[in-house]
């Protein structure tokens, strides 16, 4: 279980990784708990999304998988380190079996390009 601190320390870094990988035009601490990531709110992208899904599985080893968890994983930072902090078993075992494996990201950016939707 994490403390209420660790929570707090986890959406610092990730408002400052959302503004690192997506190149927003506001600071992190500009950036609310519950704001929208995509779409209304911080108006970030399908791309940004995808930078967001790479960014989270390289720091944090947890895949956001597509359709609606992804969808439920990156509402607002606080969906995204509730996500992170209690990933479903499936995104769970999926980042274990890579980093037992080694394998590649490569599979892992086609399979993910479809759960950040299109653009308009």
Request: net charge negative; glycine share 8%.
């Given at each position: ?5 660790d929570?707090?320390?986890?959406k610092?870094?990730?408002k400052?990784m959302?503004?690192?990988e ?14 929208r990531l ?9 791309l940004?999304?995808?930078q967001i899904?790479?960014?989270v599985?390289?720091?944090y080893?947890v895949?956001?998988e597509?359709?609606p968890?992804s ?9 995204l380190a509730?996500?992170?902090?209690n990933?479903?078993?499936e ?5 274990h079996?890579?980093?037992?494996n ?10 993910n ?6 653009r308009?």
């Amino acid at each position: 279980m994490y403390s209420t601190s660790d929570t707090e320390q986890l959406k610092a870094d990730l408002k400052s990784m959302i503004v690192e990988e997506c190149d927003t035009d506001c600071e992190a601490d500009e950036i609310s708990d519950d704001i929208r990531l995509i779409g209304e709110g911080l108006e970030l992208d399908s791309l940004d999304a995808l930078q967001i899904a790479l960014a989270v599985k390289d720091r944090y080893g947890v895949r956001i998988e597509g359709g609606p968890q992804s969808r439920r994983a990156m509402a607002s930072v606080a969906a995204l380190a509730a996500f992170i902090q209690n990933p479903p078993a499936e995104a769970a075992k999926a980042a274990h079996e890579a980093g037992m494996n080694g394998a590649a990201d490569t599979g892992d950016v086609s399979q993910n390009t479809g759960s950040v939707g299109s653009r308009a």
